[in-house]
């Protein structure tokens, strides 16, 4: 690993052309409605990175995006869901179609194989899925996992969980400064372990900070600039997923979404020429959905909130 204490900003078209390429296995940032990385989703599907694997926990619109574009291979997480908007429907058309491989797992066990990856470790020992029908407990090797007995007790099996190391990980945070050193405030999940794990990491971010401010609390650093290769401002960068301390999620915007990946077909196609393939950038995507009446409600919202 070099990544080196130099300015890593650059815009999310020179990110993705960099570092995430055709048959990329791709960790994915957030979960369900929250604090998804949703530009750099878009600009994945704007340059047709095809034949991903996508990995990471509980994913959502940002991996639905990819899969619906049919640029998804295979997926390994928990689940793929929207949270009350329902589950991610082109991933589960595909699944349903048999056009996607699917490699279930619980969200403790594929944090463990992050967990693993950043360790350096080839596997990481659980007795998470023991008990389901996500593995067998005969003892059957998958790419994934082994279960064995445990070496010190008869009687007691283990489930060896493969390291998961991407070879990208996209991320979309509160704050980073120009070197890579990032701020995710709540809820953080996988994301760290997944960082460390990854081969290349790319934060989008609401606004870069003076390295001052960082020096200022190096506690406050979820993920320092050694596991980072790209900072991208990128304001309502989770949209239409919410960003804590900044915005709520925008229910319509997210019903439209799920409404047109039900349908499928033509409408989806349309939704992907709309707002994507006919959106030179992320912005010109939010300049098509968001008004400032809109955004200013968004963020009302959420000041709300933390009232």
Known sequence: MDR???????TASEAVEQFVSSGSIVGIGGQTIGRCSMALAHEIVRQNKQNLILVGCSMSISMDLMVGAGLVSRTECGTGNVESFGATMRW????EEGKLEVRDFSHLSMAFRFLAGSLGLPFMPTKSMLGTDLISESGVNSDSYIVMDNPWQNNDPVVLLKALNPDVSIIHAQKADKYGNVVIEGFKTHEIEMAKASTHVLVTCEEIIDSDEIRSDPSLTTIPYIYVDAVILQKWGGYPTSVYHHY??????ISLYQKVARVGG???QKYLD???YGCKNF???LSKVLDSSSKNSLIQEMDSLLE
């Open 266 to 268: 033509m409408e989806y």
């Open 283 to 285: 912005d010109e995507y």
């Open 274 to 276: 709309d707002y994507v």
């Open 4 to 10: 080196k204490f130099i300015e890593k900003v650059m």
């Open 248 to 253: 709520v999620h925008d229910a319509d915007h």
């Open 92 to 95: 589960r058309r595909a699944v």
